[in-house]
């Protein structure tokens, strides 16, 4: 799967039932693309989560995860 979004990356959040960072989260096994970006934004965030990266992010400006 590859995510391609102009100025946009993915956030998510947990909810207010999680008992732990490991309810929720990203598994990238393919390519996440974003293009647009500003210094300070992710391609890739998660506020109580996990990230787990098999695949590619690349931003052009910003942070990738």
Do not use: H, P, R
């Amino acid at each position: 799967m590859s995510i391609f979004s102009a100025g946009k990356g993915l956030g998510m959040a947990s909810s207010t039932t999680a008992a732990s960072n490991a309810d929720s989260g990203y598994d990238n096994q393919g390519t996440v693309e974003i293009t647009g970006g500003a210094a300070n934004k992710a391609a890739m965030n998660v506020s109580y989560g996990t990230i787990t990266n098999n695949g590619t992010v690349t931003v052009d400006d910003g942070v990738g995860i």
